[in-house]
């Protein structure tokens, strides 16, 4: 029997949640927890209180409630869907109670846009130690790109060189200026410095300043920059061979318009403020006045399409591979009333537990994706909604 805690019910986790539910034989308990209990109720009512058997409003800033919460519900594994600031609270509560722990998203402090997994990969020993597991960053990028990087250097490659994570949303949700994930930590990381790895050392890039148009399977070409995103931390790791990691993502005009002015007027910034004898901090205050990304679904069209390409030797040649996923924003709203960015995160989450819980992914201590055998996650990703294809190209499109 296995039972699993879910914390935060955001667009991410309504995916998350709406799929272990399919799969009782795997998730026999699920559990919610959440800020607003009314967001959990909300899920509960939809799924069924027989598969999503308890709900609770927990403040997972705070390492001690986390404690409380997973005494009182004594689940097998903490899945952590809530924002990257929780990561460290709600790892401490499944160190303090011997539980396993699963998230899609680095830790960040709230008061420095830094994105790296320094502080999540300094609880190895202890978690280690301790006799639990943690799976770091079981999203799409993080997560999928991750295991696809590890599928090719196992089937395909005897070395792999180069790396280019492609992500683009192809789709169109009619707002103007909106965000596909939680507006808050998607604009920490799009306006910060980019940066990528070669030969050896991190090099940095200003925003959103190097372009390449690249062509997406069934989308078309579309303008992508170069941004730092942090499985290139873990990928670069892991893969010692590497000699150049980078990852892009599309924007169009419209949005880049809206976030220069918004920078230029310092809505962007996360550092605060006096209003009105308040303390506001300028971003969260620019999240409350966008749309909630869950909201986008109903009627969002196109697709994404994200992807890796790597470059490698293979018996003594040199070779190009594409692994990439198409998810269609109309497909998932259809299947589970959500939109692409949260399915595609969503459903490697359920993986990843489901990876965990029946032991194919198991071992004390702390890990990233790549650590493990791709094989089974690569077929649950074809069974659960995320087909993927590998395409073997002529040369890479990217300029060496
Ligand atoms: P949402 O903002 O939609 O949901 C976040 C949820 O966490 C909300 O329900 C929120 O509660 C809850 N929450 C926030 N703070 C706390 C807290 N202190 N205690 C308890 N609950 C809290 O975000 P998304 O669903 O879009 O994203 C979820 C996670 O997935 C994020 O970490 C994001 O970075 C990650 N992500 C990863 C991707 C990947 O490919 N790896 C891609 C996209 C997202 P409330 O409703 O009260 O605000």
Redesign the pocket.
């Known amino acids: 029997m296995s039972r699993v805690l879910i914390?935060?019910?955001?667009?991410?986790?309504?995916v998350t949640v709406k799929k272990c539910a399919r799969l009782p034989e795997i998730f026999d308990e699920i559990y919610l927890?959440?800020?607003?209990l009314s967001?959990?109720e909300a899920l509960q009512k939809e799924v069924g209180g027989d598969r999503l058997k308890g709900v609770f409003?927990?403040?997972?800033?705070?390492a001690d409630?986390v404690i409380e919460l997973i005494n009182k519900v004594k689940p097998d594994l903490v899945v952590?869907?809530?924002?990257?600031?929780?990561?460290l609270?709600i790892m401490d509560a499944c160190l303090a109670t011997k539980t396993d722990y699963l998230?899609?998203?680095n830790y960040e402090p709230k008061d420095v846009a830094k994105f790296e997994y320094s502080w999540q990969w300094a609880y190895q020993q202890k978690f280690h130690d301790a006799g639990i597991m943690a799976l770091l960053?079981?999203?799409?990028?993080?997560?999928?790109?991750n295991v696809y990087t590890a599928y090719a250097a196992k089937h395909y490659f005897d070395e792999i060189h180069y790396l280019d994570i492609v992500d683009c949303n192809g789709g169109d949700h009619g707002q103007a200026f909106a965000t596909?994930?939680?507006?808050?930590?998607?604009i920490r990381?799009v306006t910060q410095r980019g940066r990528f790895w070669e030969n050896g050392e991190w090099k940095e890039t200003d925003p959103l300043t190097v372009r390449e148009d690249l062509d997406y399977q069934n989308i078309g070409v579309r303008a992508s920059y170069l941004l730092f995103h942090?499985?290139l931390e873990s990928l670069v790791k892991h893969f010692p061979t590497l000699k150049r990691a980078r990852f892009w993502m599309t924007f169009g005009d419209a949005y880049l318009n809206h976030l220069k002015v918004l920078e230029g007027i310092g809505m962007t910034s996360i550092h605060p403020i006096d209003f009105q004898g308040q303390q506001i901090i300028p971003l969260e205050f620019l999240?409350a006045v966008l749309p909630?990304?869950?909201s986008l679904a109903e009627g969002y069209t196109g697709k994404t399409c994200?992807g890796t390409y790597i470059t490698g030797i293979k018996d003594g040649k040199e070779k190009t591979i594409f692994i990439y996923n198409n998810c269609e924003h109309a497909v998932c709203y259809e299947e589970v009333g959500a939109q692409a960015?949260?399915y595609?995160?969503?459903v490697?989450?359920m993986i990843g537990a489901a990876l965990m819980l029946n032991n194919t992914w198991k071992k004390p201590g702390v890990w990233n994706m790549e650590q493990f055998d791709p094989d089974p996650f690569m077929a649950m990703l074809k069974e659960h909604g995320l087909p993927w294809h590998v395409i073997e190209c002529e040369s890479s499109p990217f300029a060496k």
Request: with cysteine.
């Open positions: 914390i935060g019910a955001g667009g991410v986790s309504s927890a959440s800020r607003t967001k959990c409003t927990v403040d997972a800033d705070n409630a952590n869907l809530a924002l990257p600031y929780q990561d609270p998230d899609t998203a960053g079981s999203g799409f990028d993080p997560g999928v790109t596909n994930f939680n507006p808050e930590i998607n990381e942090e499985e999240k909630n990304p869950g994200i960015v949260s595609t995160t969503g490697p989450a």
